[in-house]
């Protein structure tokens, strides 16, 4: 059971956490032809993988709306969500910093990192709440 005076911060995490997926996703979805000039990297040679990593950051932008529509559910989705925050966070960081991609887009992998660490603060307040 998560405290009551954390409920509404936890319900708009996930729900901004939702949004961010959804937009990050549907922005390279619809607009990487375009974006990727300007980053100045060329695109990629499978777009079918590329579009694939991103549909499914955007369903997983879906579990967190679930999140937070039932915070006392769904918790495998949250340790998922960290895991795979914390796998693109460093896949951009070194991807970054070895020229593969636009350092720019070290930032969004930042995003997620902060994004991993208040999911697993989720985690560990509904833990210690639940003994």
């Known amino acids: 059971m998560i405290p009551v005076s954390k409920q509404g911060y936890y ?40 579009l694939m990593f991103l549909g499914l950051c955007f369903i997983f932008g879906n ?25 693109v966070f460093g896949g951009l960081t070194w991807a970054g ?7 720019i887009l070290i930032a969004p992998g930042v995003v997620d990192l902060v994004f991993a660490v208040l999911y697993l603060g989720f985690l560990r307040n509904v833990t210690t709440s639940e003994v």
């Open 63 to 87: 579990g967190y709306h679930w999140v937070s529509r039932d915070l006392g559910r769904n918790h495998g989705i949250v340790k998922l969500g960290i895991i795979g925050k914390l796998i």
């Open 11 to 50: 319900t708009k995490l996930f729900t901004i956490g939702a949004i961010w997926n959804w937009m990050a996703a549907g922005t390279f979805i619809l607009g990487y032809r375009l974006i990727f000039p300007v980053l100045g990297m060329p695109p990629p040679v499978y777009p079918a993988f590329f």
């Open 97 to 103: 910093l070895t020229g593969q991609v636009s350092p």
